[in-house]
Nanobody, 119 residues
Framework: QVQLVESGGGLVQTGGSLRLSCAASGTLFSFDFMRWHRQAPGKQRELVAHISSDGSTNYADSVKGRFTISRDNAQNTVYLQMNSLKPEDTAVYYC?????????????WGQGTQVTVSS
């Protein structure tokens, strides 16, 4: 059974940095793509960053230039380096992975890690 486990969240002051990690277990395949989403209280979950198996990336406009997504395919791990954090970045951050094999698409979510940015 595939599991995604996030770590690295916490409390940080405005302008600080955090690095989130998401480690996958239970599969020998590299995911087709991996993402970080976030959900703030009272708001819908939103896509923050995306990375494909070839390393190509996309970011939400709100985090461009501040966040960097990367992955280690051999370890099936994805990272999110967050710099110049703002109070509006406060949210639960979720790791997401997508894998299609034999025509079957599988979607996986982590349990989330809290990021709180104090002003």
């Amino acid at each position: 059974q595939v599991q995604l486990v996030e770590s690295g969240g916490g409390l940080v002051q405005t302008g600080g940095s955090l690095r989130l990690s998401c480690a996958a277990s239970g599969t020998l395949f590299s995911f087709d793509f991996m993402r970080w989403h976030r959900q703030a209280p009272g708001k819908q979950r939103e896509l923050v960053a995306h990375i494909s198996s070839d390393g190509s990336t996309n970011y939400a406009d709100s985090v461009k230039g501040r966040f960097t997504i990367s992955r280690d395919n051999a370890q099936n791990t994805v990272y999110l380096q967050m710099n110049s954090l703002k109070p509006e970045d406060t949210a639960v951050y979720y790791c997401y992975a997508d894998l299609t094999r034999g025509g079957i698409r599988n979607r996986y979510w982590g349990q989330g890690t809290q990021v709180t940015v104090s002003s």
